[in-house]
């Protein structure tokens, strides 16, 4: 199922970092475009569930598979940034 999220591949650049604002335990997964980005998936922030589905939302929108992102801070917050290498 292709989900509806915005298209961000405009910003995939290599170096470039995305300032997220995220919301586990959402009612479903979504992007808000703005600045923070407001991620909003529907797992928990437990065992870096929500970690994981924020990278995997993230990949999806850019167009870029998960192992070009990385977490650089954050991990345990709200306010996260992350990385596309």
Do not use: C, Q
């Not at 407001?38 to 589905?53: C, E, L």
């Not at 924020?54 to 990385?83: F, P």
């Amino acid at each position: 199922m292709k989900r509806d999220l915005p298209d961000l591949s405009a910003l995939a650049v290599p170096g470039a970092v995305f300032l997220i604002r995220a919301t586990p335990k959402a009612s479903r997964d979504r992007i808000e475009p703005g600045t923070p980005l407001r991620i909003h998936v529907t797992a928990p922030a437990d065992k870096g569930a929500a970690n994981a589905a924020i990278l995997a939302l993230m990949a999806e929108a850019l167009g870029v598979s998960k192992s070009r992102l990385t977490l650089i801070r954050g991990a345990t917050g709200r306010d996260k940034a992350i990385r596309l290498d």
